[in-house]
């Protein structure tokens, strides 16, 4: 089930944004407006890095910025 929480739209505030609308959002800050294709496509790339094994890495499971 998933829980409402408080986005702060400052930096979308140039896009048109409505109740539904897709954004990608960290530390409580909606930073980008998706279409549902790219919403998707983004929730099953995020699914496919929290599957990912150590093995699968290369490097232990270590994650690299």
């Given at each position: ?10 930096l979308v505030q140039d896009q048109d ?16 407006r998706l279409d ?30």
């Open positions: 089930m998933a829980s409402s929480a408080d986005i702060d739209l400052m944004l409505a109740v539904g609308d897709f954004v990608i959002v960290h530390v409580g800050y909606a930073l980008q549902a294709e790219e919403a998707l496509a983004t929730w099953r790339l995020l699914d496919e890095m929290d599957d990912a094994t150590p093995a699968e890495t290369g490097d232990g499971g270590q994650m690299h910025a």
